[in-house]
């Protein structure tokens, strides 16, 4: 039967890469591959993406925009500007830069590791970058901040070790839940768990 319904279909989550440009160079970055655009000349223009933003949710009625990069905080007017569009919003960061109040805002930190691992990956002092950014986090910020780890063959030996900065979430009870539910996934994989250290705290 032929379709007739025009109208347009309805996302409830998306995903824009607001920038090429990232002051780190990870390892295994797909961002600085050949044939993808990092030239400046080649990026929207900030009036333009927003613009386009709002259309598609109109459009599609987007609920929750996912912000990546690149690195999204080096475009920070768009976020500004950009997150009002949107009842949700998720900004992935690679933590090295301070984070800015947005409204309606989830940060994701991402962390691949004890600091020898994830700096072998990121870049040599990376790691505690990102912890010395997490303790300039104020108290009173607004947006929730999180930090994830893609479990691989490289890191799942380490997680006994594995230093994560559950200390961000300012209540204990949130810094519990999300340690067993990080040793829950890895007992789920398979991976050999040893205790989860918190070396760190915003506290
Ligand atoms: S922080 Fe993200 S965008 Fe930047 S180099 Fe690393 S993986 Fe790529």
Redesign the pocket.
């Known amino acids: 039967m032929k379709n007739t319904d025009r109208s347009p279909p309805v996302y409830l989550a998306s995903m824009v890469n607001i920038t ?1 440009k ?5 390892r ?5 591959r050949e044939g993808n655009p990092n030239e400046p000349k080649k990026e929207m223009d900030s009036k333009t993406m927003l613009e386009k933003l709002e259309q598609l949710q109109k459009r599609h009625q987007i609920h929750t925009m996912v912000w ?4 999204p905080l080096l475009r920070p007017d768009v976020l500004r500007e950009g997150l009002k569009l949107f009842p949700r919003n998720h900004v ?3 933590g ?1 830069i301070d984070l800015i109040e947005l409204p309606n805002c989830i940060y994701v930190l ?1 962390i691949d590791g004890p600091p020898e691992l994830s700096d072998a990956i ?1 870049g040599e002092g990376v790691f505690d970058r990102v912890l010395n950014m997490v303790a300039r986090v104020p108290e009173t910020f607004g947006p929730t901040v999180m930090a994830q780890c893609v479990v691989t063959k490289t890191n799942e030996d380490t997680t006994g070790t594995l230093t994560v900065i559950w200390g961000v979430a300012e209540r204990e009870d949130h810094r519990d839940r999300a340690v067993a539910w990080y040793r829950e996934l890895l007992e789920k994989l398979g991976a050999s768990v040893k205790p989860v250290e918190v070396v760190a705290s915003h506290s």
Do not use: D, K, Y
């Not at 990232?22 to 990870?26: D, F, I, K, S, V």
């Not at 990546?68 to 690195?71: A, F, P």
């Open positions: 090429n990232c002051n780190l160079r990870c295994h970055c797909f961002v600085f990546m990069g690149g690195e992935t960061t690679n090295t991402s990121r």
